[in-house]
């Protein structure tokens, strides 16, 4: 039972353009909201999160965007680059367990920058 | 400095074996994690300490004994080893109360033949 999914396992971008990543949840649990991004042979790095009270989290050319009521959140990269090619992690966490829970991730969308 | 270290990067052994993986951060963090990938790339949670103490064990078989002899450190030791076993495990850590990012090791690729 997939808790978090990440329903397209590849996006094809070309540089410059803006790469938008899905990610839905069921959990209502859920209250925090992270991404990863994730080269070959390397662990996750993380990108940038949202807790469950706002709606929208920037940080330089990332942006996570988050509708509770659809139980939704999407990942904006703009202006994407080449270094921006990688795997990129939905994860999920219930912060009132008191932040010592496991993250439960999606499976991961493969983002193709093409110059 | 890395914040994440784990040792080794790969393992390969038979099965039957025991082998122990070693994690260490150096972030002042107070909870440790241990993640299993497998071949579908799924990262799931093993198991999760918070000052020495186990809070998370995931149904994960009980060859699989978690030791944490500090707070920056989280060993994981498998007995017995079986072909299915064979996975990346990823080490993670944060701070408890904090931002609760999780940072995370390079990974350690367990093979077994």
């Known amino acids: 039972d997939q808790q978090v999914k990440q329903n397209s396992p590849s996006l094809s971008v070309q540089e410059g353009r803006i790469s938008i990543l899905n990610c839905d949840y069921t959990?209502?649990?859920?209250?925090?909201f992270l991404w990863y991004k994730k080269y070959p042979a390397e662990g996750p790095t993380f990108l940038i999160s949202?807790?469950?009270?706002?709606d929208k989290n920037e940080d330089g050319r990332f942006t996570v965007f988050l509708n509770k009521s659809a139980k939704h959140l999407s990942l904006h990269i703009v202006p994407s680059q080449p270094g921006d090619s990688a795997v990129y992690f939905c994860?999920?966490?219930?912060?009132?367990?008191?932040?010592?829970?496991?993250?439960?991730f999606g499976k991961g969308t493969h983002l193709i920058i093409q110059p | 400095d890395t914040a994440v270290s784990q040792t080794p990067k790969y393992l390969v052994t038979q099965m039957g074996n025991d082998k122990s993986i070693k994690c260490e951060q150096n972030l002042g963090h107070d909870t440790m994690y241990w993640y299993k990938q497998d071949s579908k790339k799924f990262l799931k949670i093993m198991f999760s300490y918070n000052n020495k103490e186990l809070i998370i064990n995931e149904t994960v078989p009980n060859r699989f004994s978690p030791k944490s002899p500090d707070k920056a450190h989280l060993n994981l030791h498998i007995n017995s080893l079986e072909l299915g076993d064979s996975a990346v495990y990823f080490c993670?850590?944060?701070?408890?109360?904090?931002?609760?990012?999780?940072?995370f090791g390079p990974g350690t690729r367990l093979t077994v033949t």
């Open positions: 949202i807790s469950s009270i706002k």
């Open positions: 994860a999920a966490s219930a912060i009132s367990g008191g932040g010592a829970d496991g993250l439960t």
């Open positions: 993670a850590s944060s701070l408890r109360g904090g931002t609760y990012e999780q940072y």
């Open positions: 959990n209502s649990m859920f209250d925090y």
